[in-house]
């Protein structure tokens, strides 16, 4: 009822007195004779009936008043409360624009407090280099300006430069395939050519060139026109797998109540607690046949930021189960890749694909999205897991990196990058042979076709000799492509071949590049007081007195010499007794070719992690070591009595 009415009602009652259903007279109003009849009988009558009827009806009336009452209050008092949480909002909608607004000053004041700090630093480092250039030019020679010339056009900008391109570099790149990849499409814009291992070298008029085998391994040369056995070669050799997981042979497991789950195998040391609870995506190769033509080729493919699986570990809440680590890799360590869902039925043709029923349908579809294919094309797979957490910078100045297989990308990455630097060398001039070696499978021993003992640096060797004689002795081409024929020109300059193979390595210096542990400030005492190396400061000498690594005190006054002529800081790495060490391919390169091998390596934390850290000035650190190395190598060691 409206309240309104019931006001009206009430304030009508109290003027009113109702005498019958039928007659109403208003208290206000004079009445006629027969009206006061009417009254008068009534009242001898029935007016106690009457009066009492009155007195119901005025009753029910003031009742109803009441109410009326009542719901005025209670609709006042919901107004009252309406207001006060309209008000209620609105200040805390103010509070959370004036909160929002001071957040958003202190986020404009924090990030023009870091530019100023990185305009200081630039200008800083920008004085420091200059410094640095200043000194190096002092104590270098006029015909060694190339590693100087890199250094002094360096400030802070270099060094963020390239921690930015090795960064992406690692994002995109997450397997050793897609390294190699990645850079022979940088040699072939920097005019390298692409030479196959099987067809005939021509290094006539000097060249640069690179061969890879496998998609996994890799030699990059910059050879000039004057160069001959005895120059001898300079060469940076680093590795470019890393810990992993690959996928088994027949991926397909059993599914656990829904849960869908992917058979991998560990590669060297991972599967591991570390990583437990990592957001895995999947990448690799694919073998893929034409559907015309029938030829097969391989495809690259990688999920980029997609996590397609996880491997969960059991929450600490369940006690004892969740306590005995590391898991077992085999049952425990197994990726979960889905719930649910079940596959739409194979199709007939997706039947023949030599991989139905090894790997899911899904897995397989989803594979031949990647690599645009249909499923019955797929032929073969080489795949492996990788953490899709994208490298970041970090620290409060940001002078840290955090990446994944930094292990050992990042010498991998600096070794290229400063062999594509020497493109100001006149080849029709140079006497000098620039080598890169890249090889698969170091952290399993290297004893693979693609590994350090494959030998694919000897074998490249061997015909940039064959090529030179060749070209020495007037032929029109180096090593034919078939060496069956006894009356060849690659038979008959064997032995001199041969021995000019010997000669090479016997005047040559490869530095064996591979990371190394920087200061862990949580386990100083792990470390050999003096002998440890620190981030964003330089290159890492490594020695060792029982031979895992090939540094000896000639390779040292080398590196140390190089190091003073450039500016460049030298550190020096040592394990304590106590300590067991790793290795590199260093020992392998020094037995294989007979060469004089010095270890190096850039600092890096967390080796062997899934996610590790290095210091943000570490790729460019090792592109002004490399350059320099390559820079004067030669003339360093012809003024050292040697043998």
């Not at 609105?90 to 958003?104: A, D, F, L, V, W």
């Not at 490869?510 to 050999?528: G, I, M, Q, R, W």
Request: net charge negative; glycine share 8%; aromatic share 6%.
């Amino acid at each position: 009822m409206d309240l309104k009415n019931n006001r009206e009602l009430h304030e009508m009652m109290r003027t009113f007195v109702i005498l019958d259903k039928d007659n109403v007279l208003s208290s206000d109003s004079e009445p006629t004779d027969s009206e006061s009849d009417t009254q008068e009988y009534f009242s001898s009558k029935s007016g106690k009936h009457a009066f009492k009827q009155k007195d119901r009806e005025t009753g029910s009336s003031e009742t109803e008043g009441r109410t009326a009452e009542r719901q005025l209050a209670e609709t006042e008092t919901a107004e009252r409360h309406d207001r006060h949480e309209r008000q209620e909002r609105q200040e805390g909608q103010e509070r959370q624009e004036r909160q929002e607004g001071q957040e958003g000053q202190e986020r404009q004041e924090r990030q023009e407090r870091h530019e100023r700090h990185e305009r200081h630093e630039r200008q800083s480092t920008t004085a420091e280099s200059t410094a640095k250039s200043a000194s190096a030019a002092t104590k270098t020679e006029a015909s060694t300006e190339h590693s100087a010339k890199l250094h002094s056009t360096n400030p802070s900008s270099f060094y963020e430069d390239y921690c930015t391109r090795y960064m992406h570099f690692t994002d995109t790149n997450p397997t050793t395939y897609h390294a190699i990849d990645f850079f022979a499409r940088l040699l072939e814009e920097k005019q390298f050519c692409a030479v196959a291992e099987r067809d005939t070298f021509d290094i006539s008029g000097g060249s640069r060139f690179f061969v890879t085998r496998g998609g996994q391994a890799m030699v990059a040369v910059v050879v000039g026109q004057n160069w001959s056995p005895e120059k001898g070669i300079g060469a940076v050799a680093a590795h470019v797998d890393a810990l992993t997981a690959k996928l088994k042979p027949s991926s397909l497991k059993e599914s656990v109540d829904g849960f869908h789950l992917l058979g991998v195998a560990a590669y060297s040391g991972a599967l591991n607690h570390l990583w437990l609870d990592r957001d895995l995506g999947i990448a690799g190769s694919v073998l893929v046949r034409d559907a015309e033509s029938g030829k097969v080729s391989s495809r690259l493919v990688t999920s980029g930021r997609h996590a397609i699986c996880r491997i969960p570990s059991l929450a600490p809440h369940f006690g004892s189960a969740a306590a005995p680590l590391p898991y077992n890799q085999e049952t425990k360590m197994v990726p979960v890749m889905g719930f649910g869902g079940d596959d739409a039925p194979p199709s007939a043709s997706e039947k023949r694909s030599p991989l139905y029923g090894r790997h899911s349908l899904s897995l397989l579809r989803y594979l031949a999205q990647l690599a645009n294919c249909k499923v019955e094309h797929l032929c073969a797979a080489d795949l492996e897991l990788f953490d899709v957490q994208p490298a970041a910078r970090g620290g409060l100045q940001r002078e840290f990196m955090f990446a994944p297989r930094i292990d050992d990308r990042l010498c991998a990455f600096s070794a290229v990058h400063a062999l594509v630097s020497l493109s100001d060398i006149d080849l029709a001039q140079s006497d000098s042979c620039h080598v890169v070696f890249l090889a698969n499978n170091e952290e399993i021993g290297s004893a693979t076709r693609t590994g350090a003992k494959g030998k694919l640096l000897n074998s490249v060797v061997e015909r940039l000799v064959s090529a030179r004689n060749a070209a020495a002795s007037g032929s029109a081409s180096g090593i034919p492509e078939t060496c069956g024929n006894s009356n060849s020109a690659y038979a008959r300059s064997s032995p001199h071949t041969e021995n000019s193979v010997a000669r090479v390595f016997a005047n040559s210096v490869l530095l064996s590049a591979d990371v190394t542990h920087s200061l862990n400030p949580n386990f100083k005492e792990a470390y050999l007081a003096g002998h440890y190396p620190l981030p964003n400061t330089g290159l890492t000498l490594k020695k060792d007195a029982n031979g895992h690594v090939m540094t000896d005190s000639l390779g040292v006054l080398l590196m140390e010499s190089i190091a003073s002529k450039c500016g460049l800081r030298i550190q020096q790495f040592h394990i304590r007794n106590d300590m067991p060490s790793g290795g590199t391919i260093g020992p392998m390169l020094a037995t294989d070719t007979g060469a004089r091998v010095i270890d190096v390596g850039l600092p890096q934390l967390s080796m062997h992690s899934i996610r590790a850290a290095a210091g943000y000035k570490e790729p460019g650190l090792g592109i002004e070591a490399f350059g320099a190395f390559f820079a004067h190598w030669r003339s360093t060691m012809d003024s050292i009595d040697y043998s």
